[in-house]
């Protein structure tokens, strides 16, 4: 008799959320999704650093209106100490002070607070699968932005797309783009499968897109590739 499968783990989450009807329906969605495990709910900063000492979540729900801190503090705590984990942003500020000081501080979604409920776990499965789920006003704030940083930081004599991604990143999208496990490209490049997750969000966020596919198209379209 042939053995069964093994379930898959599922994704563990850390919920940072002050309003305590928001944290009640994101904690009901979450345990509503098999595949998604509650790590820990909780409503301020220091409640979210102490879950975060106890255990490490492969994603982190966060606010960034709390009251006793910062939530940009929590991500650079979060990228800091446990590196390998997602920080999804979900909160009302879509002024472009929060929205690029969370994706420079290492968030790796943003979301809008009117985004429904079924697209915060849909967004958090993107997140583990690669992607970097961003509300759509947002992402064209992001993309206007990234045009306009590298048209300004471009060299002189060197086409303004070379500017936006490192030629580590460009090496890296290639082998991508190839099709290869990220196993398989960091066993070429001689680094981690972590790192090049690591490396690869930075490139989604970049290139403001959500996967694969996109960041080959965006790159190839600036003539990266």
Known sequence: ??????????????????????????????????RLHLLAAVATGAAALAA?????????LLDLGLPDCDGIAVIRHV???CPECDVLVVTMFSDDDHVFAALEAGAT????????????AASIHELRAGGSPISPSIARRVLARMRTATVA?????QPASAAI????????????????????????LGISPHTVVAHVKKI?????????????YEATQMGLL
């Not at 042939?2 to 944290?23: F, G, Y």
């Not at 009640?24 to 979450?30: E, G, M, P, S, V």
């Not at 975060?52 to 982190?60: A, I, K, Q």
Request: hydrophobic fraction near 40%; proline fraction near 8%; glycine fraction near 6%.
């Open 1 to 34: 008799m042939a053995s069964s499968q093994p379930p898959p783990v599922p994704t563990s989450v850390l919920i940072v959320e002050d309003e305590p009807e928001l944290l009640h329906r994101f904690t009901a969605a979450l345990l509503a999704e098999e």
């Open 165 to 188: 991604l490192t030629p580590r990143e460009i090496e890296l999208l290639k082998l991508t783009a190839k099709g290869l496990s990220f196993d398989k490209v960091g066993d070429m």
């Open 204 to 216: 989604y966020r970049k290139l403001a897109v959500h996967s694969r596919t996109e960041a080959v």
């Open 153 to 157: 930081d471009a060299a002189p004599g």
């Open 109 to 120: 979604g943003y979301l809008l607070k009117d985004a429904g409920l079924e697209r915060i």
């Open 52 to 60: 975060l000492s106890d255990g490490t979540p492969d994603v982190v």
């Open 79 to 81: 990228m800091r100490h």
